[in-house]
């Protein structure tokens, strides 16, 4: 596996720290297990979706936390010794073990839902950008002359005088 050293970015880039711990943490990722699979995709301009493949979860056994830009979901299997021990498998190919998938968000993404429906986790995202960063129009007004006449003056005091 081929490493990268971001050393030389930190000495000569102020404020791409970010940037480099996203390109750390996708290379770090890069090597999962791929358990659960999952899909992402767009659902409108600025909305998403993740499924993830959780046949054999409830929804009391997975948990989804948005913290820092970072969402995690976890599945944690409740230990159930007493119906274990009771079946004998010939083939055990459905994977019930314990997991946990990491998303690193945009800013502005939050989730607006998650719903568990056939063993598929759906989860909704949506980006929400403030009012300060939407793009706005600016009126142009008309051309203003840079120097007043005397008749101009004459208009607006008899303006104000009416």
Same mark, same amino acid.
């Given at each position: 596996?081929?490493?990268?050293?971001?050393?030389?970015?930190? #000495?000569? @880039?102020?404020?791409? =720290?970010?940037? @480099?711990?996203? /390109?750390?943490?996708?290379?770090?990722?890069?090597?999962?297990?791929?358990?659960?699979?999952?899909?992402?995709?767009?659902?409108? !301009?600025?909305?998403?979706?993740? !499924? $993830?493949?959780?046949?054999? &979860?409830?929804?009391?056994? %997975?948990?989804?936390?948005? *913290?820092?830009? %970072?969402?995690?979901?976890?599945?944690?299997?409740?230990?159930?010794? =007493? @119906?274990?021990?009771?079946?004998?498998? %010939?083939?055990?190919?459905?994977?019930? #073990?314990? &997991?946990?998938?990491? &998303?690193?968000?945009?800013?502005?993404?939050?989730?607006?839902?998650?719903?568990?429906?056939?063993? %598929?986790?759906?989860?909704? /995202? *949506?980006?929400?950008?403030?009012?300060? /960063?939407?793009? #706005? #129009? $600016?009126? $142009?007004?008309?051309?203003?002359? /840079? $120097?007043?006449?005397?008749?101009?003056? @004459?208009?607006?005091?008899?303006?104000?005088?009416?």
């Amino acid at each position: 596996m081929r490493t990268y050293d971001f050393t030389p970015l930190y #000495r000569s @880039a102020v404020g791409f =720290d970010r940037l @480099a711990n996203l /390109l750390e943490t996708a290379a770090r990722t890069s090597q999962d297990s791929g358990y659960p699979p999952y899909n992402i995709e767009t659902t409108g !301009e600025n909305a998403y979706r993740i !499924e $993830i493949a959780v046949a054999g &979860f409830s929804p009391d056994e %997975l948990n989804i936390e948005v *913290k820092e830009n %970072l969402l995690t979901v976890t599945g944690r299997k409740t230990a159930n010794d =007493d @119906a274990a021990a009771q079946k004998t498998y %010939l083939h055990r190919g459905l994977a019930e #073990r314990d &997991f946990e998938r990491r &998303f690193q968000l945009a800013d502005y993404v939050v989730v607006t839902e998650a719903d568990l429906v056939n063993g %598929l986790l759906s989860i909704s /995202l *949506k980006r929400e950008l403030p009012e300060a /960063l939407k793009p #706005r #129009r $600016i009126e $142009i007004g008309g051309a203003k002359p /840079l $120097i007043e006449s005397k008749t101009d003056k @004459a208009q607006q005091q008899a303006a104000k005088a009416a």
